[in-house]
């Protein structure tokens, strides 16, 4: 099956469906010796670009602490990767969303149907009574938190209440695309783990596995090599016109601030009506660009506080703009000059 043919709507396999884990090995071994010496941190802050397989990671250490509860037991001292056999009871469960000794925290579906812009402050509540009572497991129990960047600011003070007080045998694991923006209350009580991104033979065999394609297709390599060590931006790459579609967006993104109104409408009509490959390859080319901008000014926060500050409102409003657009098939072109409008503004 060549990439050609492969459908333009590729996701990649949920994480707590995910089994295998291609690169970051360091960080693996991070989490096992940790786990095994008896002693591990009870929070820990899984940074690094979007994509690259933070969550994965974290899906990979809880199945292993749960299917492995006696971190001093021989199995898991002999152990030299956190893998876990399908098969197994455990990753069944995992996979399934039905073990009771698992938490996860993400943004949910509201009573519309809508996925909602933020992890509410109801559903970290749900730590509380999940840490309390009595495991239905036994044993360790653990909690990811997917992404603590996306969680309400009451939310993350709600999170931030138990883990000033951790119960015994209880793991935290926060994934964040943007660990430097975490509150650094949050910040404190965690072992921090940076991932890095994903060398472009690790993107090819992992976006390979998810979209069921052959490692050596000419498609998927391009898109491998144009991903930036990320599985995910592979995945949207991979359809239709999408490589040329993010390097025209690319291209318009370094004019800024200022930028001419004719490539806007090019660039509008290259998105079309209705097709969400392109529409998706415009959108993750913007949150690309808006990451390495707040990266940066992460280096220097002190100095770029209000910059910091203004980058983050206009990437949660086109965000939140191009969320409706997909979910209601609006004109693809009014949001290309709402974003390229926004980012002038934040950039002058």
Known sequence: MSARQVEPSITAVHPRETTALFGHRDAEMALLNAYRSGRIPHAWLIGGAQGIGKATLAYRMARFVLAHRNALAAEVQRAETLY???????????????????LTLERTLNDKGVLRTVITVDETRETISFFGSTAAVGGWRVCIVDTVDELHPNAANALLKILEEPPQQSLFLLVSHAPARVLPTIQSRCRKLPLRPLAVNDVIHAAAEAAGIAIDDSALVEAAEAADGSVSRALTLLGGDAIKLHQKTAALLATLPQVDPRE?????????????????????????WMSERLRADDANANANLPRLARLAEVWEKINRAA??????NLERKPLVFSVFGLLAEATR
């Open 323 to 328: 969320r409706d657009t997909a979910e209601y």
């Open 264 to 288: 806007l409408h090019a660039l509008g009509d290259a998105l079309g009506g209705s097709d969400r490959v392109a529409l998706a390859a415009f959108v993750d080319s913007i949150d690309r």
């Open 84 to 102: 876990v056999d399908p098969a197994d009871p455990v990753a069944r469960h995992v996979a399934a969303g039905a073990h009771g000794g698992l």
